[in-house]
């Protein structure tokens, strides 16, 4: 088993900045590649960003390149999502998960997931 507990979700005005970190506990963390999802209210659980095992490939979903990065310290057993110039539409409950494989932006090839955390960006 994997446990994943995310943290720096918060309130924050247009154009501001969050990180978002995710500790990871159990299984080898360097075996898994990482994603982040997010949920609003009323909508489906969308696919923010993913990470390879040894942080040697990214991917973004369109929306978020040019404002989020995803980065792991392997060594903190830690996956973040930096956000910067924050929208209201960027408000949602974010998901840290974890794959056994990289390159996926199904929530369905993610084995284990996160509590969550909030992100609410005020206009």
């Known amino acids: 088993q994997v446990q994943l507990v995310e943290s720096g979700g918060g309130l924050v005005q247009a154009g501001g900045s969050l990180r978002l970190s995710c500790a990871a506990s159990?299984?080898?963390?360097?075996?898994?590649?990482m994603g982040w999802f997010r949920q609003a209210p009323g909508k489906e659980r969308e696919f923010v960003s993913a990470?390879?095992?040894?942080?040697?490939?990214?991917y973004y979903a369109g929306s978020m390149k040019g404002r989020f990065t995803i980065s792991r310290d392997n060594a903190k057993n830690t996956v973040y999502l930096q956000m910067n110039s924050l929208k209201p539409e960027d408000t949602a409950v974010y998901y840290c998960?974890?794959?056994?494989?990289?390159?996926?932006?199904?929530?369905?090839?993610?084995?284990?997931w996160g509590q969550g955390t909030q992100v609410t960006v005020s206009s």
């Open positions: 159990g299984r080898t963390f360097s075996n898994y590649a």
């Open positions: 990470i390879s095992k040894n942080s040697g490939s990214t």
């Open positions: 998960a974890a794959s056994v494989v990289f390159g996926t932006t199904s929530r369905l090839e993610y084995s284990y």
